[in-house]
């Protein structure tokens, strides 16, 4: 099983609809988790941290299930500028790395 | 805040020369920075991890001895990609932690390396 995985899509989503993309990771003792984004031949930006307790921000929520060992991420009311390549990721208990899913592909159409 | 540089943003070099990268922390001292590469339409691959005045970890099969890394203070680690060849061409990021509160990794714009 790989360290981080994510169906890489794509996901080819309406204007104005919501949209729900999971990441598993493999290691039980990890630690901290993150989504960014990357657009097109752009490095990553990092969307939100994704707390034990979830965290919404605006129209993104994210969520934790240490239980079954996946993130998740929620996107509402999506915009055309919401197309972009969602990377997860996952820092690895106790090491400095942080581990990237190889990222699920959206796609708003208008 | 939590701002990163890169430099250059692309460079076209013939093979068989060296290439210097330089990865910035603009706004925070990074404790640690990181050097990823990315070929088109694949995820990030972590070359090698690098603390400030302390030798860079790489990852396993990455050679040390032609991605020569240094981290010679807190806002400053540089890639050295030594005698370039075609199949090193790719868009090489850094990444440097220190800047937030969850551990996060901020990311450079990226260097688009083209070797001929």
């Known amino acids: 099983r790989k360290e981080v995985e994510q169906d890489p899509g794509p996901f080819n989503v309406p204007e104005g609809a919501t949209v729900a993309f999971n990441c598993t990771y493999s290691?039980?003792?990890?630690?901290?988790f993150f989504w960014y984004r990357q657009d097109c031949r752009k490095e990553p930006k990092l969307l939100m941290s994704v707390y034990s307790s979830g965290n919404e921000d605006g129209r993104f929520t994210a969520q934790l299930n240490r239980a079954s060992q996946y993130i998740s991420l929620l996107i509402r009311d999506s915009k055309l500028s919401d197309s972009a390549t969602y990377l997860c990721?996952?820092?690895?208990?106790?090491?400095?790395?942080?581990?990237f899913g190889k990222g699920t592909r959206l796609h708003i159409l208008p | 805040g939590a701002v990163v540089s890169q430099h250059p943003s692309w460079v076209i070099c013939k093979s068989g020369t060296s290439v210097k990268i330089e990865c910035r922390s603009l706004?925070?001292?990074?404790?640690?920075m990181f050097w990823y590469r990315q070929f088109p339409k694949q995820s990030l691959m972590l070359m090698a991890t690098?603390?400030?005045?302390?030798?860079?970890?790489?990852e396993q099969g990455v050679e040390k001895d032609k991605f020569l890394i240094n981290h010679a203070s807190l806002t400053l680690s540089t890639l050295t990609v030594t005698s370039a060849h075609p199949e090193d061409s790719s868009f090489y990021i850094c990444s440097a932690r220190g800047g937030g509160t969850y551990n996060e990794q901020f990311f450079g714009p990226g260097t688009r390396l083209t070797v001929l």
């Open positions: 990721a996952v820092n690895i208990g106790g090491d400095d790395k942080i581990i």
């Open positions: 290691n039980s003792a990890s630690q901290s």
């Open positions: 706004d925070f001292q990074a404790t640690t």
């Open positions: 690098s603390n400030e005045g302390s030798k860079a970890t790489y």
